[in-house]
């Protein structure tokens, strides 16, 4: 992935300022499921099965400090207990960083939004292929779904 080593430096930075302030920290871990039905398996040519290191949350990031969740959808929200885990915890506001931003991450920057989250989305928090794809994405959500931030941005709010 292009930028993918400052990706991870930006990341682990927020990671660290969220767990300094007690803040949840929620990974999702994408597998595919065996459904016939399942659309993803006809676009894309392969399948994340779990053993596949593409489903893997690199081991860059320590785990133990959040929550994994599985999802087999772009959707972190689709058919997993994000919601009920956000809701239990009286969240209100989320923060979007990750891969690919212009599915994985867009797609659950809008579901959040549907679900009454304030979204805010990491604009060198997210990564794709392809730099038209990263701005169309940041672009379009910031239309009406999310509030696009860096994570300097997100650590100065901690400060606040």
Known sequence: MPGSAGLIKRIKKLVEIFV?????????????????????????????????PMSHIIEDFDT?????IIKH???????????????????????VSGVLTNI???????SAFMRGFE????????????????????LNLSYGFAIPVTVDEIIRLFGK
């Open 64 to 68: 133990k400090n959040g929550l994994v």
């Open 119 to 138: 979204v805010y989305f990491l604009i060198d928090g997210t990564a794709t292929y392809k730099k038209s794809m990263q701005n169309a994405s940041l």
């Open 104 to 110: 994985c991450c867009e797609t659950t920057a809008r």
């Open 20 to 52: 300094a302030h007690d803040r949840p920290i929620i990974y999702t871990r994408h597998i595919d499921s065996d459904d016939k039905n399942n659309l993803m398996l006809r676009w894309w040519d392969g399948q994340i099965k779990e053993a596949d």
């Open 73 to 95: 959808q772009y959707d972190a929200f689709f058919k997993t207990n994000l919601l009920n885990v956000l809701q239990h915890r009286n969240i209100k506001q989320v923060v």
